[in-house]
């Protein structure tokens, strides 16, 4: 069983910066692919930032040179530090971990099998 708890959202105004962070438990490290994905109302769920096993990286082009993924090993926790935040990267955020040894970055939401509960983020202009 994996579990992920993902907490660090909030409310910013645009130029801002947050930091998610998703404690992860119950897979053993360095297996798994792990991304962060987000969805906005009325909106399907979409890939924010990604890695995989190979330590391939893959961002949104929407986030590109603003959203860093990094994950602390030893803790077991997957961050993504958002800088310069934008009223349309509000949303619910989620992580998400896959079992599945042929996902890579970037692979999209159906590729994932084990999800966090989600964290809002909410960016004001």
């Known amino acids: 069983e994996v579990r992920l708890v993902a907490f660090g959202g909030g409310s910013v105004q645009a130029g801002g910066s947050l930091r998610l962070s998703c404690a992860a438990s119950?897979?053993?490290?360095?297996?798994?692919?792990m991304g962060w994905f987000r969805q906005a109302p009325g909106k399907e769920r979409e890939g924010v930032a990604s890695?995989?096993?190979?330590?391939?990286?893959s961002y949104a082009d929407s986030v590109k040179g603003r959203f860093t993924i990094s994950k602390d090993h030893d803790k077991n926790i997957l961050y993504l530090k958002m800088n310069s935040l934008k009223p349309e990267d509000s949303g619910m955020y989620y992580c998400?971990?896959?079992?599945?040894?042929?996902?890579?970055?970037?692979?999209?939401?159906?590729?994932?099998?084990?999800w966090g509960q989600g964290t809002q983020v909410t960016v004001s202009s």
């Open positions: 890695f995989d096993s190979d330590g391939d990286m």
């Open positions: 998400a971990a896959s079992t599945h040894d042929w996902v890579k970055a970037g692979s999209p939401p159906g590729s994932y099998n084990y």
């Open positions: 119950g897979y053993a490290d360095g297996t798994y692919s």
